[in-house]
């Protein structure tokens, strides 16, 4: 009678931690207006869908096989993939705490005895036992523990997902760059190659004319110096392409000479024939991997608020076990079954375990201040990236002009130079300004290439495919 009255006392306080088990998680809110246009988006973005392949708005299947190429090979990809594999292997493990735990037993001991007989002598006998048990147990998780375990578990191995995908993202995004900078410049180095070839005529010409008494020194020093100059923005031209396609070769798991034909044999960069798909800011935080990571550590961290709680109150296992026992020499077997609930409770530790739920607690606030930060990150970079974009597209504009109106100038003056109405410097100065302006505006197509895949990688696209 005394027990059944106890037996309430015991449970109402685990039936109390069912319902008290930690917060329930909620993905936060978005900050004002972090949903709305992008301010930067300007006349190089849209507000269209970016595509989950958006690599193919160049339309080059060269590009578009080699991204998935590094989808398949890239070593930071395999790693993030191993490391997903192992997280989920955990979430399984923590998963078969909601499962019956069983164990099982056996034994057998042999021994000597000896017994007096009745001359007095020392009789030996040969003894042994066998033992077997088999047990059961479960626990009930009245108090939701191992539930939220497993919920913790679940959400770190969905934040690695997201990691992962965040890494196809990059990858995605480096090949890209990688490519079109290689393609470009091969373009720069045709172009500073015919940059070399005029300056090398202007000497040619200008030593004709030094050896036949029309031209002075001074125009052929400043001729020979126009035709070292073209010809020294070659070698690094020519260094950043073979280092860029090495790190092309790098990024799809390659060694870095390993460069794929088709990359090498490029000769002309792929272009966009519609502005960038930007959508706006609620796409791109659906999008974003680092943000969906961020949220998934908080929910992790916020299950494990309910396991540091659930440890205040008492834990109840139901166990079940069963015996067998046979000694050599005896009548018969021995066997013996019990069946009940095991409570523990670590009572007077309860300081110790009120100090693991405030630990908890404060690296869930840790954790949503991270999601706050990478909401925030995530829209700085993007508004950074279109700015960027729209600054360098508009110094490519003036920069084009501006060659075009040298290339004018220097046909002009090569005119003039043969109806003898400009002198040779005239000439070499038209020349020398052309090459700049043309110098510029490849500079500018390099890093006006470079501010695209910086956009793309800020939309955070491209994870969601591929093998």
Not at 26 to 36: I, R, S
Not at 40 to 50: K, R
Not at 231 to 256: D, F, I, K, Y
């Amino acid at each position: 009678m005394r027990e059944a009255r106890l037996l309430p006392a015991v449970l109402a306080p685990v039936l109390l931690a069912a319902c008290a088990a930690g917060p329930q998680h909620l993905a936060p809110p978005w900050p004002a207006g972090a949903t709305g246009t992008f301010a930067a988006a300007g006349a190089t973005a849209s507000a269209e869908p970016l595509p989950d392949r958006w690599w193919r708005l160049y339309q080059d299947p060269v590009l578009d096989a080699l991204v998935q190429q590094a989808f398949a090979a890239n070593t930071d990809l395999r790693v993030a993939a191993a490391r997903l594999e192992r997280e989920r292997a955990v979430l399984a493990e923590a998963q078969t705490a909601r499962l019956p735990a069983t164990r099982l037993e056996a034994a057998r001991t042999d021994g000597d005895s000896s017994s007096s007989t009745g001359s007095g002598s020392a009789l030996a006998q040969r003894q042994w036992t066998t033992t077997a048990v088999v047990a059961l147990s479960w626990e009930l998780d009245l108090g939701g523990r191992v539930r939220r375990l497993v919920e913790a578990a679940n959400a770190d191995a969905q934040a690695l997902a997201a990691a992962r995908d965040g890494v196809r993202v990059a990858v995605a995004a480096d090949v890209t760059r990688q490519y079109v900078l290689a393609c470009t410049l091969a373009e720069s180095l045709v172009a500073a190659q015919a940059a070399v070839d005029v300056a090398r005529q202007a000497l040619e010409l200008s030593a004709r004319r030094e050896r036949a008494g029309a031209a002075s020194r001074l125009e052929l020093e400043r001729a020979g110096a126009l035709l070292a100059n073209a010809e020294a923005a070659l070698p690094p031209l020519q260094a950043r392409r073979h280092n860029t396609l090495a790190a092309l070769a790098v990024l799809l798991g390659a060694a870095p000479t390993e460069v794929p034909p088709a990359a090498a044999a490029c000769e002309r960069a792929p272009a966009l024939a519609a502005p960038i798909p930007a959508a706006d800011g609620a796409a791109l935080l659906r999008r974003r991997p680092d943000v969906h990571e961020a949220e998934r550590r908080l929910a992790a961290d916020t299950a494990r608020i309910g396991v540091a709680t659930a440890e205040l109150y008492p834990r109840i296992e139901f166990g079940a076990a069963g015996s067998h026992l046979q000694t050599a020499g005896s009548n018969g077997d021995g066997w013996s079954v019990g069946v009940g609930p095991l409570l523990s409770w670590s009572f007077p530790q309860l300081g110790a375990a009120r100090a693991r739920v405030r630990q908890s607690e404060a690296q869930a606030r840790a954790s949503l201040a991270a999601f706050d930060g990478s909401v925030l990150n995530a829209l700085r970079e993007t508004e950074q990236a279109l700015a960027s974009l729209a600054a360098e597209q508009q110094h490519q504009d003036r920069l084009a002009e501006a060659e075009r109106r040298s290339a004018a100038a220097y046909e002009l003056a090569r005119s003039r130079y043969r109806a003898g109405s400009v002198s040779q410097l005239e000439l070499l100065d038209a020349s020398r300004e052309r090459i700049a302006a043309q110098s510029l505006r490849l500079d500018s197509l390099l890093a006006l290439a470079s501010a695209r895949v910086d956009v793309f990688r800020a939309l955070g696209g491209g994870w969601d495919v591929g093998p």
